[in-house]
């Protein structure tokens, strides 16, 4: 069963790291899902783990890579986040997920986490099989975001929302008056709290600032919303600044 996604997915990761993804029994899944059965160009790669062997595993595999001379072009290391470490190679992104909650024994725990129907989709490299959510397929043919109430970080996902939007989906009433009770419904007693509800793959544009609030001097603050919100302005300005310079 969808044998022609399959040859899509093989084809553009490669037959080098496909190899190596089906040795270490890695799961891929998400956004690249998404652009694969909606016939769109993938941006990026992400790489989910069984358990953590397979994540050292595959991190080892590919600095051996790295020192090889058989290859036009050698993974790089791109960025290093508490969720992610992003690699650049044959001119294509891969994120390798390195997030404690989603390091699972099966694809499904993984994709039951993801916040938008759309992006629940897997494929594991072990078994060679994809692994949809039930509606899947139903909301990406209506392009539709129905937002999964068992995702933890919704701050995450309406900053996502945004980008589906302008992509053409569509989201209801109902389904963002779901994410904005998920929001209600998250507990942030400090500011280590507020830091990982920030640290979605998306907002990397946050990064200065989700460090700081997770530094020895800010995590265990008591959560201030005021403090926040000022603290949020002064690194947007800084921000904007920068790109105005570019």
Request: include cysteine; glycine fraction near 4%.
């Amino acid at each position: 069963m969808h044998k022609k996604e399959e040859y899509i997915l093989r084809k553009s990761i490669g037959e080098e790291l496909t190899s190596l993804f089906t040795k270490r029994n890695c799961v891929l899944a998400g956004g690249a899902i998404t652009s694969i059965f909606s016939r769109n160009k993938i941006n990026d790669y992400d790489i989910y783990f069984h358990n953590n062997e397979g994540l050292y595993a595959l991190q080892a595999d590919l600095k051996s890579l790295r020192s090889s001379g058989d290859i036009c072009e050698v993974p790089i290391i791109k960025l290093v986040t508490d969720n992610a470490i992003t690699y650049s190679f044959n001119h294509k992104t891969f994120q390798l997920i390195c997030l404690k909650d989603l390091i699972c024994s099966y694809p499904r725990d993984i994709i039951d986490q993801f916040d938008f129907t759309i992006c629940m989709g897997a494929y594991d490299f072990s078994v060679k099989s994809f692994f949809l959510a039930d509606d899947f397929l139903k909301h990406l043919a209506q392009r539709s975001l129905v937002y999964n109430i068992k995702s933890k970080y919704p701050f995450a996902s309406l900053y996502r929302a945004i980008k589906y939007i302008k992509k053409g989906f569509n989201i209801s009433g109902i389904e963002m008056l779901k994410l904005g009770l998920k929001c209600n419904n998250i507990q942030i007693n400090n500011f280590k709290d507020l830091s990982k509800q920030l640290m979605g793959v998306d907002t990397l544009f946050l990064r200065e600032l989700t460090d700081k609030l997770s530094s020895a001097e800010m995590a265990e603050k008591i959560y201030d919303f005021d403090l926040f919100l000022q603290m949020m302005d002064e690194h947007l300005s800084r921000v904007s600044e920068l790109n105005v310079g570019e």
